[in-house]
């Protein structure tokens, strides 16, 4: 069974830093995309960075110049760093990633549980 587990979250003052991490568990799959989301209260999910397996990255207009989204194929894991937070950046942070099974070639989206980053002012 594959799962995407979260880590790294928590309360931090305006303009502090966060590194969250996503680890990817399972057998034989491979992972292709990767992001991370995420939800305010009373909010829609929205994007926050995006890469591929290629290292290719999108950042949410809100987010550039301030988080930067890598990962490290060997270990399964990508990270988000997060610098310079902003209140508006409270939120809960969900990891997604499609993952491809080797022995069918078959794609599923996968989410993990969520992290919560809470930034005050």
């Known amino acids: 069974q594959v799962q995407l587990v979260e880590s790294g979250g928590g309360l931090v003052q305006t303009g502090g830093s966060l590194r969250l991490s996503c680890a990817a568990s399972?057998?034989?799959?491979?992972?292709?995309?990767m992001g991370w989301y995420r939800q305010a209260p009373g909010k829609e999910r929205e994007l926050v960075a995006t890469i591929t397996s290629g290292g290719s990255t999108n950042y949410a207009d809100s987010v550039k110049g301030r988080f930067t989204i890598s990962r490290d194929n060997a270990k399964n894991t990508m990270y988000l760093q997060m610098n310079s937070l902003k209140p508006e950046d409270t939120a809960v942070y969900y990891c997604?990633?499609?993952?491809?099974?080797?022995?069918?070639?078959?794609?599923?989206?996968?989410w993990g549980q969520g992290t919560q980053v809470t930034v005050s002012s």
């Open positions: 997604n990633g499609v993952l491809v099974q080797t022995a069918t070639n078959w794609a599923y989206n996968y």
């Open positions: 399972g057998r034989r799959f491979a992972i292709n995309a």
